[in-house]
């Protein structure tokens, strides 16, 4: 398959260099942040019932005919309601952003976040990258984290989360304009030789070409935590702007969001789209409505190459008890695959067809489980898989259980 080209661009290779804000993008970002840096998204926080030990045995696995039904009555339900439809995001705009010389550690976010008219506060990783033939400034986010950070079109856009989610790339609308980049089409990027554009959509950050997710920010070699959204009143961003830069230290870049400047017109600039395009494609994550949870593990698994089907039996199993016991758990997660209902909005998918991103049900839940494992690198085995199955639920005791489960479904199912 022959790649789109790019045309030229006038930038000099950057390798992995700290990302340099280009410019000021007209029109504000709708966020709503919460102060840290980086801190990882849970797909589940519960207390494991039924696993007291690596010793205890594996259950079998129940049909799946007929299949079961969505959710229980309202009145049984915890934390944030299911949305199957369009996402409502809180607009909270960013008034800064600021690009420091070296990763932000959590006491200098906790130092800024407690400036006075400061806000909220939110940390990504950032870098000039080569892409094809150009060298494109970019942010890696957490898609759970970030997606109330953006303009509130493209938060509502589930299929720019899925995109994010799967490592894939989420052009700013103006730079899919500039180097003529198709939707759709795989380019090479520095670490990753087919990085495809799924979507493109107006961000507003300044400087800021694009998004990526987390893991694949790793892999293109992307700087930890050295860029910063601030939301502040507008009528106190210019003064914090300065104080923000000295706490940063030299080198540091503080620019406003939403400031217009007058600037050369731009003959190969979009106009700002209300709402994002998006690539066509098929639906990655289809597993159809096998018969048994064992069946559905097996299909769910080719989400994610290099998974076996055998950890996410085993995380079935210590969450739900393979669908027996679907909560809402104390802390509000949901489903036989024990999904926080944020961290399903990112990582949710429709496996059955029926159009719908259904967290009750196991059609979806458990390649959505695959989904949010293999965007954490779980598909790479030893400790890439160990730090993905923390990442489903902070508790190294977690991580052993499904990990001992999981070699003990091997030898039962060899």
Known sequence: MSRPGLMPSPAVAAGLAVLLVLGVVAGGVYVLARAGAGAPAEAARTSPAGVSDL???????????????????????????????????????????????????????????????????????????????????????????????????????????????RGEFVAESRTVARYRLTLGGEYAAQGIPRLRVAASASLGLPGVDGLVGREAGRTLGLSPGVALLVHTPAAEAAALGPKIRRLLGAGAQVLPIGVARATSPDPTAERPKQRPSVAKGGNAYYVGRPGSYLD??????????????????????????????????????????????????????????????????????VPGAARYLCANGAGRGGDKLRSAVYRYNHSWSYVNKVLGLSQAYARAYA
Request: charged share 15%.
């Open 296 to 365: 559905l593990y097996k299909v769910a698994a080719g989400v994610c190459p290099g998974l076996s089907w055998t950890v996410l039996a085993a995380i079935g199993q210590v969450e739900s008890g393979h669908g027996r016991n679907n909560g809402p758990s104390s802390a509000g997660a949901l489903g036989p695959m024990q999904f926080m209902p944020a961290t399903w909005r990112a990582y949710g998918v429709d496996g059955d067809g029926d159009g719908k991103s259904d967290i009750w049900s196991p059609y979806d839940a």
């Open 55 to 165: 010793a205890v045995p594996v259950t079998p696995f129940p049909t799946l005919t007929p299949p079961p039904s969505a959710a229980p009555a309202p009145s049984a339900r915890r934390g944030e309601p299911v949305v199957n439809g369009p996402v409502r995001v809180a607009a909270t705009p960013p008034r800064l952003i600021a690009v420091a010389p070296r990763p932000v550690g959590e006491d200098l976010v906790r130092r800024i976040q407690a400036l006075k008219h400061v806000a909220r506060v939110a940390v990504a990783d950032g870098g000039a990258v080569r892409f094809s033939t150009a060298t494109l400034n970019l942010l890696a986010v957490d898609p759970v984290e970030f997606r109330a950070f953006a303009p509130k079109a493209v938060a509502e856009e589930q299929e720019v989360w899925n995109a994010l989610a």
